[in-house]
């Protein structure tokens, strides 16, 4: 075994009895360092297969029995798995510290690493699926141990509910796969006809596209993620979904045999119906963590709209260009990764000092938690797509490649193009949004509660955490030409001839110099602001006309929305009640409430909901409770099966 | 002839206040005034400069950073774009997709101020720049994707290569992407009939509300950046939308040219049409985005040109 093999062999030990060590009392900060250690050294064997390109332990094989191994892209999924985990175990062990049921929970925490790196790791079908129903089971069964209440158990059980009705799709298209020996074997599936390869697409889209969040799949998204704990929904935020996409990546790209262009298409449709529902969903929350849920759905669809550009260049033959694509929703989803979890765990630590998630009670912590508000600042930045974060440069990218799809296509695919890139654009701008009133409410302006005017800083392995992935947004901001070829080499069509340089020169584009425009605006902007000096008049209250500035003129989160909201009302149906107090002719008080009900909530899952339960009624006929009405059924079973027998039909 | 280009690209940080200036003189001639000099501007930001800044109570890194950082990506953004379509040394590459990207963060960067000073009228006027953004830059998309569609590249100097002569004109995709791209000028430089530069009546501001608590060397910052958003898109609208030659110097003597057409037409659509209703603003910007697709399709199809 070589040595990059022992190294997470080793990383998989660590995490393991960082499992044990933390259930055991006591001992719940060593637990979860020696988890955090075991994830770094995951990320680092990820990390070197990924570079140099290796391939460590089994190939992929059709046939039952365990096998596990990892190839570069493997490797790159277990980078981001390390560097989402990393930050997010350090800040647990100050998060959990002193909780009800810390260990249990820095124990699922555990579990769930490994079951997410199994899924990661797998070669075979029968260790894949184990490992992906682990995945669902575990952030289960660690939300119910955070809290029991009546809105949380509903969240969960729609939750698995809806992942196990779209996850019977994974399990379709893996057994489907194994059955025709086509696991890692792209020619099998083609041998098998084109029938089989639309069943294996179609039932992996739907499988891995409901755990991924895709719309229409994803309503159960934005209620498990808000009700798990800061550190489990960052991890599922940011890694679980992730992961989903991998297993999408592996059937759609390198096991089917063939690139449909009816496939490009639908992933294009998917991504631009998710990016701009879950973005549009996302400005008219409230809840923090609820708005991020809305985000991770946005964010799937732009990685998703680059996968889609990807399948439609290779179905084309532009292999160059079918790579870029490829490595730009691989970027966007390590990029993703990174600022959506660095977004979780800064909610976590506002929600400890704060005490609250609500917008509207927010305010001003940039001032009284410096560490925690910069690092959200900039992670908001970087997720509203503004250079020269990282956010803007893999968006960047996936925009250049729907443009350049529309540069050379027929006219139903160019067309289908150039509007997913108009989608994309306006949903840059509704991020943009959406996250100028995550840092405006949360960070900016006068605390809105006393709470918060008390906040405080967590501890400095909380602080770090956020810290570290603040500092990664604006790394991967300034090189991303250094990662993308990388990224682009994994591409099933081969690697591009791409120039590693820090920018982005891609011929086809007018370059985009990511460390020059980065050096450009701050230095510009420091001068500017040695320009303007410090010379100033006294401070002076805020024009309100004249009067005083007071609480009850005070900007809502909804008032900030509004104007978006009255332009796509007929999109967003939000439901309003203005109630109206009068004693005596005179108005005493009115009471306004309204709400955006969630995005297409019921319109896929009621109907089957109740299709089933009408089924179910009539199937519970059959079950009389009579000896001899089961008796007959048997009867009519075997003499069914003896006349198929008989036909020759069983075979 | 990149030296003469760079060195164009850097006059533009002097002559943008021009162009507010000269629209605001056509415009006084066109209502029957005689109205002020084009150097009025010039006159406004040393005065401007002149005075102390004021930080309302309360205001923190977000409010007075603010300024700068619009100002320093209103110069990135011209550094960005060509003159007369030949890309300047200046470095930072001329794409038009990052032209976009650098052009959003002064917007979330006023949003961020308005919420620092919690001021409602800044924080209306912001909130409404950005859902206007939500449609204009869609429609900046689709226009750039128009003129991005014959050269194959997103390189700005290519597209306008692309774009000049007379031969583009012959078909019906440049006429729709002119038409798109017009709208997303009016937007951009925050003109009638979408927003008004002149209103300093709170309830009506878009692009003047953030700017409503600033004062002294901010808001000389902030004004000028006002008017290198003019220079940027109608330098942009010379390049890839306005008949031009191929050549440089004949390039550059079109560009003049057709910023002071460009110039005139502005003055005259704000003589002519009245501000419209905030909620119709998405209505007209859907229009223009539909116009773009139709004009891709038409040259996707092969009938653009």
Redesign the interface.
């Known amino acids: 075994m070589s040595a990059l093999a022992w190294v997470s062999l080793a990383g998989i030990a660590a995490i393991g009895g960082g499992c044990a060590l933390a259930a055991a009392p006591g001992r719940l900060r060593a637990g979860l360092t020696l988890q955090a250690c075991g994830a770094a050294l995951l990320g680092v064997a990820g990390l070197l297969i990924l570079v140099r390109g290796e391939q460590v332990g089994a190939h992929f094989t059709s046939t039952v029995g365990l096998a596990f191994g990892i190839d570069p892209l493997s490797g790159l999924f277990l980078t981001v798995l390390a560097i989402t985990a990393l930050p997010t175990l350090t800040f647990a062990r100050d998060h959990l510290h002193g909780r009800p049921h810390a260990a249990g929970l820095a124990a699922l925490t555990g579990l769930f690493l490994l079951s997410l790196a199994g899924v990661i790791t797998a070669r075979d079908v029968i260790g894949f699926l184990a490992c992906w129903e682990l995945m669902t089971l575990i952030p289960a069964a660690a939300i119910l141990l955070s809290g029991r209440d009546r809105k949380v158990r509903s969240a969960v059980y729609s939750y698995v509910a809806i992942t196990h009705l779209g996850g019977a799709g994974v399990w379709i298209a893996m057994l489907v796969l194994a059955q025709h020996g086509a696991i890692g074997d792209p020619s099998a599936l083609a041998a098998a006809g084109t029938g089989v390869q639309t069943l294996v697409a179609v039932t992996a889209l739907i499988g891995f596209g409901t755990k991924a969040g895709l719309v229409p799949l994803h309503s159960w998204l934005p209620r498990a993620h808000p009700v798990a704990p800061a550190h489990l929904s960052a991890l599922m935020s940011g890694l679980m979904v992730k992961v989903a996409l991998y297993g999408l990546i592996r059937v759609e790209f390198q096991w089917l045999g063939a690139t449909p262009r009816w496939l490009g298409l639908t992933m294009l449709a998917l991504g631009l119906l998710s990016a701009l529902g879950g973005i549009l969903w996302a400005v008219v929350q409230r809840q923090l963590k609820q708005l991020l849920a809305y985000s991770t759905i946005e964010n799937t669809g732009i990685i998703t709209l680059g996968l889609g550009a990807s399948l439609l260049f290779a179905h084309a033959g532009d292999t160059t260009w079918a790579a870029i694509a490829f490595g730009a929703a691989l970027f966007h989803v390590a990029n993703h990764a990174i600022f959506k979890t660095l977004l979780f765990l800064g909610a976590g630590a506002i929600e400890r000092a704060a005490g609250s998630l609500d917008l509207d009670e927010l305010g001003g912590l ?2 009284r938690m410096p560490w925690t508000g910069g690092a959200m600042l900039i992670g908001s ?1 970087a997720i ?4 020269p974060l990282s956010g ?1 440069a893999s968006e ?1 990218l996936v ?2 490649s729907l ?1 350049h799809v ?6 139903g695919v ?2 289908a193009a ?2 997913a ?6 949903t ?3 991020a ?2 959406c ?2 009133k995550v ?3 949360a960070l ?3 605390p809105r509660r006393p709470e918060c005017a008390a906040a405080e800083d967590p501890p400095a392995g909380m602080r770090g955490a956020m810290a570290s992935l603040a500092l990664m947004c604006g790394l991967l901001g300034l090189a991303p030409g250094l990662v993308l070829p990388t990224l682009a080499g994994l591409a099933p069509g081969g690697a591009p001839a791409l120039a590693r340089h820090a ?1 982005l020169f891609i ?7 990511a460390p ?2 980065a050096v ?3 230095s ?6 040695a ?3 410090r ?11 004249g009067q005083p ?1 007071g609480e009850d ?3 809502t989160s909804a ?6 909201q ?2 796509l009302d007929a999109v967003l149906r939000p439901h309003r009640e203005v109630a109206v107090e009068r004693s005596g002719g005179l108005v005493q008080g009115v009471v306004y409430t309204g709400e955006v009900p969630s995005l297409l909530a019921g319109a896929l899952y009621e109907p089957t909901v109740r299709g089933g339960l009408r089924v179910a009624a009539r199937a519970r006929r059959l079950q009389s409770g009579n000896v001899r009405t089961y008796a007959a059924y048997l009867l009519v079973l075997v003499l069914s099966l003896l006349a198929l027998v008989h036909w020759g039909a069983l075979g | 002839m990149s030296f003469a280009a760079t060195a164009l690209q850097i006059a533009g940080v002097f002559l943008a206040p021009l162009l507010p200036g000269c629209i605001q003189t056509c415009k006084a001639r066109l209502q029957g005034r005689r109205g002020t000099s084009p150097l009025q501007p010039y006159r406004m930001l040393a005065r401007l400069w002149g005075k102390s800044s004021v930080d309302p109570e309360g205001t923190g890194l977000a409010y007075r950073a603010a300024p700068a950082l619009v100002a320093a990506c209103m110069l990135a953004a011209i550094a960005i774009v060509p003159v007369a379509g030949r890309a300047g040394a200046l470095g930072l590459g001329s794409d038009a997709l990052v032209l976009v990207g650098v052009l959003a963060i002064p917007r979330f960067a006023l949003a961020a101020a308005s919420w620092d000073s919690g001021s409602g009228f800044a924080l209306m006027a912001s909130a409404r720049d950005l859902m206007i953004a939500v449609f204009a830059e869609a429609l900046l998309v689709l226009s750039i994707l128009l003129a991005a569609l014959p050269a194959h590249s997103t390189a700005l100097p290519a597209m306008s290569a692309a774009a000049s002569g007379a031969q583009v004109w012959s078909g019906p995709a440049h006429w729709c992407g002119a038409l798109a791209f017009a709208l997303v000028l009016l937007v951009e430089t925050g003109r009638q009939p979408i927003d008004n530069p002149d209103t300093h009546l709170e309830l009506t501001m878009v692009h003047e509300g953030p700017l409503l608590e600033y004062a002294g060397r901010d808001l000389a910052m902030l004004v000028w950046a006002a008017a290198a958003r003019h220079w940027v898109f109608i330098v942009l609208a010379a390049d890839l939308y306005l008949p031009h030659a191929g050549g440089f110097p004949a390039a550059t003597a079109w560009l003049i040219a057709g910023a002071a057409a460009v110039c005139v037409a502005l003055a005259l659509v704000e003589t002519a049409q009245a501000k419209m209703r905030i909620l119709q603003v998405p209505a007209l910007l859907g229009a223009g985005c539909a116009i773009a697709l139709s004009g891709a399709g038409l040259w996707i199809a092969g009938i653009g040109g």
């Open positions: 940039l001032r930045m509203a797509g503004l250079p803007f960047w925009l250049q443009l529309a540069f050379s296509s027929p006219l160019g067309l150039a509007t890139a108009a989608a994309l654009a306006a840059a701008a509704l943009l949004l996250f100028a840092a405006g409410m900016l302006g006068q920018g011929p086809g584009t007018g370059s985009y110099p020059a425009v450009a605006i701050l510009l902007t420091c001068l500017l602001s320009a303007r000096g010379r100033r008049a006294a401070p002076s209250p805020v024009w309100a006309c500035a003129l005070r900007w008032g900030f929305a509004k104007p978006v009255l332009v």
